[in-house]
């Protein structure tokens, strides 16, 4: 009974952390470029009373043997990079990735991070940068006379200017891919970071070896499915509720065991 309430405790453990982990993909649904995260369960340890093809009488042995588990734990959560909605916005330095890739900044401390957040802006130089003023790689200066952005699906950025009959090339926004992009690590902000299980970056022209294309003037909305989290969040608040249940089962049945010697 002790083992049961033990059991049922690590179910709720795990059952917490999905619930934990829904709430973080809920309040993210209008983050852009924002992908979701599920969780990966595995049971835990089995005590073994008796193991399966042990001797039981004469020649015979027991066929399946007799295991008890001890609950379940959480084995990994993962990023689930599918495509979110593209939805217009106008701006013309607004860029969303139609397929795989990320574009690659670079912060303040030298560090190169990736995201999949096109809202882009230009500082004070004209630097086209994030939200959060970090640089895009490569480098791309916008100038202050231009009257026209314009940025085509393989990322060249052309501007045009007062006195100019024909647009200028100012440069080329690029994509990076990584073998396995499940294995980035979210470092907030809409930011992830190399790991050692995500491989290393490769640099490529939107559009080519598998990266996606640039969309002007549109931005990647969450790929949160509301009421798939809704369902994941009732299915998780019972898993929570029968666990509990168990709790109070062995809890009563030793209630009865110690009135047995009164």
Known sequence: MIRAMRTA??????QQ???DTIANNIANVNTSGFK???LAFRSLLYRTMREPGA??????????????????????SM???QQGD??????????????????????GNGDVRFTRDGHFRTDSTGSLVSVDGFTIDPAITIPPDATEITIAQDGTVAVSQAGSAAPSIVGNLTLVRFPNPAGLKAVGSNLFAESGSSGSPTSQTPGQAGTGIIRQAFRERSNVAIVDELIA???AQRNYEVNSRTIRVSDEMMQQVGNLIR
């Open 9 to 14: 405790a690590a179910g709720m453990q795990s």
């Open 17 to 19: 952390m999905q619930v």
């Open 36 to 38: 979701k995260n599920h």
């Open 55 to 76: 001797p039981t009488q004469g020649s015979s042995v027991d066929p399946t043997g007799l295991q008890i588990g001890s609950g379940s734990e959480v084995a990994s």
């Open 79 to 81: 990023k689930l990079f």
């Open 86 to 107: 593209l939805e217009p916005t106008g701006n013309p330095l607004d860029v969303a990735i139609s397929g795989e890739g990320f574009f690659q900044v670079t912060l």
């Open 233 to 235: 969040l009732i299915e």
